[in-house]
């Protein structure tokens, strides 16, 4: 059903896939609703299946999903500790926005989600993303290292060096998550 809406079948076809419980398909519709998609008569109709869709997504395991949907709770004063919960799902679930969101935001203890400072997990993190190959994460990365090793002794980076080698060996590989041939 999504590969019939992604090859331009209408949106009905995203809908009955999202129905039918594929959390890809729920994120594709919150976005396309997001996006100006679809038709509601009620209004704040729209609001509603755009927090429902991009919940169910988070809730069956997407972690683009659950990105976006921290991302939007965060843009409509959603609760902080949903949108901390979100973060850091998405980032165990290695999708590189979050990661980077994630390990920025421990990097700072004063950081709006109320995660605890944690150098060693954030230069870890950093690392990880460092070494990827493409995008602008690793360029990104690669400018936040320095700053982070000025606030850590030798010891923690160390420390943050064996952690992400320990995070590459029990997380999937960083990804976008993005869809291959349209799905």
Same mark, same amino acid.
């Given at each position: 059903?999504?590969?019939?809406?992604?090859? #331009?079948? #209408? %949106?009905?076809?995203?809908?009955?896939?999202?129905?039918? !419980?594929? +959390?890809?398909?729920?994120?594709?519709?919150? +976005?396309?609703?997001?996006? &100006?998609?679809?038709?509601?008569?009620?209004?704040?109709?729209?609001?509603?299946?755009? /927090?429902?869709?991009? $919940?169910?997504? +988070?809730?069956?395991?997407?972690?683009? &999903?659950?990105?976006?949907?921290?991302?939007?709770?965060?843009?409509?004063?959603? +609760?902080?500790?949903?949108?901390?919960?979100?973060?850091?799902? @998405?980032?165990?679930?290695?999708?590189?926005?979050?990661? !980077?969101?994630?390990?920025?935001?421990?990097?700072?203890?004063?950081? *709006?989600? #109320?995660?605890?400072?944690? %150098? /060693?997990?954030?230069? &870890?993190?950093?690392?990880?993303?460092?070494?990827?190959?493409? &995008?602008?994460?690793?360029?990104?990365?690669?400018?936040?290292?320095?700053?982070?090793?000025?606030?850590?002794?030798?010891?923690?980076?160390?420390? #943050?060096? *064996?952690? @992400?080698?320990?995070?590459? $060996?029990?997380?999937?590989?960083? @990804?976008?998550?993005?869809?291959?041939?349209?799905?």
């Amino acid at each position: 059903m999504t590969v019939l809406y992604t090859a #331009g079948q #209408g %949106l009905p076809w995203l809908e009955k896939a999202a129905e039918a !419980g594929d +959390s890809y398909a729920q994120q594709m519709l919150a +976005s396309a609703y997001k996006s &100006g998609a679809g038709w509601f008569l009620i209004p704040g109709s729209r609001e509603k299946a755009i /927090i429902k869709w991009f $919940k169910a997504s +988070s809730e069956g395991g997407n972690p683009r &999903g659950m990105f976006l949907y921290a991302n939007y709770l965060y843009d409509h004063n959603g +609760s902080k500790e949903e949108i901390a919960y979100w973060v850091k799902n @998405s980032a165990e679930h290695s999708n590189i926005d979050a990661v !980077g969101t994630y390990a920025y935001k421990i990097s700072d203890p004063s950081n *709006e989600l #109320g995660y605890p400072e944690n %150098l /060693i997990e954030a230069y &870890g993190l950093t690392l990880l993303l460092s070494k990827l190959e493409a &995008g602008t994460a690793p360029e990104d990365a690669k400018r936040l290292l320095p700053d982070l090793a000025k606030k850590m002794n030798p010891v923690e980076i160390t420390e #943050g060096i *064996e952690l @992400s080698k320990e995070w590459k $060996k029990t997380h999937p590989p960083l @990804s976008y998550f993005d869809p291959i041939y349209g799905y």
